[in-house]
């Protein structure tokens, strides 16, 4: 039993998976199966439905019944109609300002919804993309940080043996140790985040909890980017969809606002209607002329003559909507300028950052050159060599930050330029 209860709280992790993606297979699985991105989709399809229910009063509905019933004297209406065999009519909304107008509202707004999940799709591809390059740069930073550790263990095994021979003060061992200390401490660090990167990458892209996606190994490719500030916020403006979807929303308001005061119009439907009629329900007796089959087509015309107040009050509260929303689109694009001229500086500063962290690696990689050569000699001790390697192992990682930082950088710009997803491609 006891061993039974073990199985089933490991069965989820042994269930576990762990797969290695490349950037754009995650991304392409993330606009598949993201949570959040299919329910938005499902918005979409709702407000798709709504514009159908909005055209439904000018699509002709046919009814047809019977008001059968035996007349005792003079006949009477069945539920507003003389008493029928078979009876059926027929209405559709020839002409109606206003139901025209929410009609074209629904559109805007499907429109709006639609431009909505175009924007969740891109934050969920950026989203996606941060997680990728920290599972990256948790492979990478994990990789130097062993190479590091394990060079600082030697480093401590030959002070072991210079304290031992009397070369070194046993205050060495206790430095050494130290470090080897520090460097594991740094290494369970970087592979805890790894695998919270991993595990965060797996659930946005909609695996099973417990699943882990790795970031296979692929060349830094080149991106696309504005050459100067003014072209990256000029793009970045151009074609926001969130720009875009308030001023559909405001496009909606106005159509609603219009459709609240067209109440006043009038409103023209076509009605038909067909009865057959029964000589068991005395028509002849009180009639001049009996006839079975009967019908009638026309048009009904509704002219409001005084409508209320609730009209001119929905469409003040539409109006007032629609101003909230204009100072939110200049908002937005006041908003917007920032962002992109920041992250253009920000990638220029994670330029410089990674070409100074790329000059500094080869600096530590020439002196490790140097000191094997000098070991070769006689001119340089172990210690010194192995200790250079630790420093160089430092700078891979230092370098790994930076070029991390970069990409990060990069793919942000590409956001707010709104060419994220054509640039992965």
Known sequence: ?????????LAPVLAAEVRTLTRMQAVDLALKQNPELMMARLQEQKAA?????????FLPKVFAGS???????????????????????????????????????????????????????????????????????????????RTR?????????????????????????????????????????????????????????GFAPGDRV??????????????????????????NKEIRRLESALLAKGLEAQAHRAERWPKLNLVAQYGLFAKFNNYEDFFQRFQRHNGQIGVSLEVPILS??????????????????????????????????????TVKTATTARDVSRLDLEVARESLSVLLAQLEEGR???RQVE??????SAKWAAYYEAQHGLEHARFALLRHTGGLLAGLR
């Open 214 to 239: 790795r970031a296979a190994a692929e060349e830094t490719s080149s991106i696309d980017l504005p050459e100067t500030e003014e072209a990256a916020v000029n793009r970045a403006l151009e074609d």
């Open 308 to 345: 209320g107040s609730a009209a001119e009050a929905s469409a003040a509260q539409a109006g007032l909507e629609a101003s909230r929303l204009r100072l939110e689109i200049n908002d937005t694009r006041g908003r917007i300028d920032l962002e992109t001229r920041r992250a253009f500086q």
């Open 67 to 145: 008001g059968l019933a035996y007349s005792n004297g003079f006949p009477m209406s069945v539920e507003g109609s003389a008493p029928t065999v078979v009876q059926a009519r027929a209405v559709a909304s020839v002409f109606n300002k206003p139901q025209s107008l929410q009609l074209a509202a629904a559109r805007e707004n499907a429109r709006g919804v639609e431009l909505d999940t175009h924007a969740r799709r891109d934050a969920i591809a950026f989203r996606t993309i941060e997680l990728w390059l920290e599972a990256q740069r948790g492979v990478r930073q994990l990789e130097a940080a």
């Open 380 to 382: 340089a001790g172990l």
């Open 1 to 9: 039993m006891r061993i039974q209860t073990i199985l089933v709280l």
């Open 387 to 392: 200790e250079a390697r630790s420093l160089e």
């Open 49 to 57: 439905q709504q514009v159908r229910v909005a055209r439904d009063p």
């Open 149 to 205: 550790l394990a060079s600082l263990d030697k480093v401590a095994e030959l002070v072991r043996l210079r304290v031992e021979a009397g070369r070194e003060l046993p205050l060495e061992t206790r430095r050494a140790a130290l470090e080897v200390a520090k460097a594991r401490q740094r290494a369970e660090a970087i592979e805890s985040d790894q695998a919270f990167a991993e595990g965060t990458l797996a659930m946005v892209l």
